[in-house]
């Protein structure tokens, strides 16, 4: 079993025995069929995963890999709101008739903002200053923009994160750590997809900056088990889970604009089987 079987393990018990019941109140979510989809919710969970002990893929059941990374490099490198740009259906319900999901995600990740160094949008702000001002307490992005919420066809779950530099004793190099923080999460759907993308954003980042990786400590405000979803966890945490696989990034790129999704890969990842046709809410 991972550290990241486990951590998943002990969130969703922590939830289920101590957490809160939205049924009967007045929520935004629905199923398909029009009934309302009530959760059982903890507020402010807090996972640390070391990503120089292993990479936090869970092994209970499989995280698709090259699609969590196409997905966040849609949003990170393409700066993309279209989903004629993924090669995955993630976002098809939120998308209108031309594939736009309005001025969310990746829209906002390519706005440009001005600074003493010129135009530069979030992105290559953060490259800048790992490169030139690593120890910083300024380097984050943020795409929770009030300004354009009216404008987006979701609001942004995973809305921020906050990179932070370390200087670790003896290393010569500099280790990256980083805060996700998310608003909301349905945690069987995209638990480790979310955890699993910004390892590889640090991974990336890391690589490009000539740093090694640290800790990603990820902070979900509502973390939530929707009610249809209940039996489906029950059954995923009662399994045993496999050994970590190693995670590998193609050692020849040195520009994050040119990473694609298959730069990354896994040696000797094993898991349970695959839960299909899971509910979504929406």
């Keep these: 079993m991972t550290k990241a079987d486990k951590i998943f393990i002990d969130m969703c018990q922590d ?22 989809a009530y959760t059982i919710k903890k507020f402010g969970v807090v996972n640390r995963y070391d990503l120089s002990e292993e990479f936090p893929i869970m092994t209970l059941r499989r995280t698709a890999l090259k699609s969590a990374t196409d997905e ?11 989903i004629h740009d ?6 098809d319900e939120w998308a209108d008739e031309n594939g736009s999901i309005g001025k969310a995600y990746g829209y906002q990740m390519g706005v440009k903002h001005q600074y003493k160094e010129g135009m530069m949008d979030q992105v290559d702000r953060v490259i800048y200053d790992l490169r030139n001002n690593p120890f910083s307490r300024r380097i984050m992005t943020n795409i929770y923009v009030h300004q354009d919420l009216h404008e987006m066809n979701l609001y942004p779950c995973a809305y921020s994160m906050t990179f932070n530099v370390t200087q670790k004793p003896g290393d010569d190099k500099l280790t990256l750590n980083a805060i996700l923080n998310q608003r909301s999460q349905d945690v069987l759907a995209a638990n480790n997809w979310n955890v699993v993308q910004y390892a590889v954003l640090m991974h990336m980042l890391a690589q490009v900056c000539d740093m090694k990786v640290g800790e ?10 929707y009610d249809r979803h209940v039996p489906l966890i029950k059954e995923l945490i009662s399994r045993e889970g496999f050994a970590a696989p190693k995670f590998h990034l193609n050692p020849d790129i040195h520009d994050f604009y040119q990473f694609t999704r298959n730069d990354v890969s896994l040696e000797g990842y094993e898991t349970g089987p695959q839960i299909t046709d899971i509910p979504i809410a929406i």
Excluded: C, Y
């Design 216 to 225: 990603l400590v990820h902070v979900i405000a509502d973390a939530h088990i």
């Design 15 to 36: 939830i289920l025995t101590n957490g809160t019941s939205t049924e009967g109140e007045k929520v935004r979510p629905h199923w398909e069929d029009g009934t309302s």
């Design 72 to 82: 966040m490099l849609w949003i990170w490198q393409q700066k993309s709101n279209n």
């Design 86 to 91: 993924l090669h995955s259906h993630v976002w």
